[in-house]
């Protein structure tokens, strides 16, 4: 009950009670129950407990609400409560679809691992084992970057007749990612001997493959083909890839003639186009660009922590001191949900002009208005501090990273771990490896896991400084490809 709006006078006070009396038993309207489930991390509830309260309250809860919260929650990579969704609607005993099995199967991958995954198609009926469950287990076998296994899988597949146009195309990834692009030809090719159509997707792996073998007239062959046998399928995916690939050869002009034809047919309220945009613009240096697309996306969509992350992150790489600080700040007098990547993106800048004073203001305001985790915010420091040998500084910030999060939860970066050893061998006699250990065993970090810590930061090109790499660029509007 709110006491501060109640008006003095006994008849008014009771007739105030007695109102809010009824409102209490018959409350506004309720979120909705993904809005509910959207806020899990939040409340601290459990997706059972969340469900079972919206079913007391007399909500009636579909199959199709189930799906497309799982589908919603998947998109923004909340696995785990869309996979203890997927359990509810097995222990509710709710009929599951041949692709809800699939779906099951993916999240247990993701929550629980590959074995799992495998235990769980194997435990399916055989009516339940079709192409759908055999085209997910071939997705986690691509994503965990398995040759052998994904090959035997599709040819089980090409056996039972369950190719697709995606078996085709998780194959074609899978190769990218091991950086073999001439492998995504053959596939191609025996896709148009099968006579399997080829989907925008594949495409697309088809043109970066031809990128990576630094082939930019094969990539331009690709896009007249698209043209050629269904000019339907190029969406604003097709000219933005394309654009990024045009970004990283150099070729500004076609980058940019490739995104004026994504602005041509990109549809109000899709804020991902319009981050594309603002990053893609950055990659080709054009600042004008970059703040005209950030005043079209203020008018026309809900500029939300994600936008304001990648225009910041974008500011960032174009080196625009002056426009950080205002978006920044902009952000810190709008925003719904305090963001700490954005106060990272902040610091980052700050510290890479050497302006460390403003950096530490900015995050002693965020250890004010956020629990964090701010690791990798500390992490800046550490480096920033190592490079101006202000050790004991640096310690203060590594320790804390090391104390706030819960064990198992953090190990330092091959960024840090490098910095931290080149002090050592530069401005100690101390034997760095095993000052490193000591520090990390009192955080009771096992043997292993020194040896994995220090292991990556072996194998890492160079130490990246705080003043070369920003760890929280946008470009992540691509990294599904």
Same mark, same amino acid.
């Given at each position: 009950m ?7 006078? @006994? ?10 009396a009824?409102v209490?038993?018959?409350? /506004?309207?309720?979120?909705?129950l993904?809005?509910r489930l ?5 409340t ?6 969340t ?20 589908? %919603?929650l998947r ?20 009929? #599951? ?9 993916d ?19 055989s ?5 759908y ?20 899988h599709?040819?089980t597949?090409d056996e ?7 078996? #085709? ?5 899978l190769?990218?990612?091991l @950086?073999?692009?001439l ?10 001997? +099968? ?5 925008? #997707?594949a495409?697309i792996?088809?043109?970066n ?8 007239? @094969? ?7 698209m @043209? ?25 002009e /076609? ?8 602005? %041509?047919i990109?549809?109000?309220q899709? +804020? ?15 600042? /004008? ?7 079209t ?11 304001? $992350?990648?225009? $910041? ?15 920044? /700040? ?12 954005l106060v ?20 002693e305001?965020a250890?004010k208005?956020?629990?964090?985790? #701010? ?7 550490v ?17 804390t990273a090391l ?5 198992g939860?953090?190990?330092p ?13 530069? %401005?100690?006699?101390?034997?760095g ?24 930061s072996e ?8 003043s ?14």
């Open positions: 709110n006491f501060s709006r109640l008006i003095p006078g @006994g008849g008014r006070l009771l007739r105030r009670l007695c109102t809010e009824t209490a038993e018959y409350p /506004k309207k309720k979120p909705n993904y809005k959207s806020e899990l991390e939040k601290g509830e459990s997706v059972s407990q469900l079972n309260q919206y079913i007391m309250g007399g909500k009636a809860v579909g199959k199709s609400e189930l799906e497309k919260c799982v589908q %919603e998109k923004y990579r909340r696995f785990q409560h869309a996979f203890e969704i997927m359990e509810w609607m097995v222990m509710r005993k709710i009929n #599951f679809s041949w692709n809800n099995y699939a779906v099951q199967l999240l247990v991958s993701k929550v629980k691992g590959l074995i799992e995954a495998e235990n769980y198609f194997n435990s399916l009926s009516p339940a084992k079709n192409k469950t055999y085209g997910s287990l071939l997705n986690c076998y691509c994503k965990e970057l398995m040759l052998d296994k994904a090959l035997a599709f040819n597949m039972l007749g369950y190719l697709t146009s995606l078996s #085709f195309t998780n194959l074609m990834t190769y990218m990612k @950086g073999q692009p492998k995504v030809l053959d596939l191609v090719n025996d896709m148009k001997q +099968r006579k399997i159509p080829m989907t925008a #997707f495409y792996v088809w043109m493959s031809c990128a990576e073998l630094n082939d930019l007239d @094969g990539v331009e062959s690709v896009y007249e083909e @043209g050629r046998e269904d000019e339907d399928k190029i969406n604003w995916t097709t000219y933005s890839n394309l654009a990024a690939i045009y970004v990283k050869a150099g070729h500004f /076609k980058a940019e003639l490739m995104l004026k034809k994504l602005e %041509e990109v549809r109000p899709e +804020r991902e186009t319009y981050h594309c945009l603002l990053s893609l613009y950055g990659g080709t240096g054009n600042v /004008k660009e970059v703040y005209r697309v950030w005043k996306l203020k008018t026309v969509s809900p500029v939300t922590n994600k936008s304001y $992350l990648i225009m $910041l992150s974008t500011l960032r790489r174009l080196n625009d001191m002056e426009g950080i600080i205002k978006i920044f /700040k902009e952000w810190e007098s709008r925003h719904v949900s305090y963001d700490t990547r990272g993106v902040a610091v980052f800048a700050y510290l890479s002009q050497n302006m460390e004073e403003e950096a530490v203001l900015i995050f305001e250890l208005r956020c629990r964090g985790p #701010f690791y990798r915010i500390r992490e800046m420091f480096v920033s501090l190592l490079e101006k040998r202000q050790f004991d500084g640096a310690m203060t910030h590594l320790e104390s706030d999060v819960a064990d939860e953090y190990c970066s091959p960024q840090v771990v490098s910095a931290l050893l080149k002090y050592y061998k530069e %401005e100690t006699d101390l034997d490896v095993e000052e490193l250990c000591k520090i990390l065993r009192s955080h009771n970090f096992d043997e292993s896991r020194i040896k994995t810590c220090i292991a990556a194998s890492s090109p160079e130490t990246h400084s705080a070369k790499e920003d760890p929280d660029a946008a470009d992540h509007v691509h990294e599904n490809l």
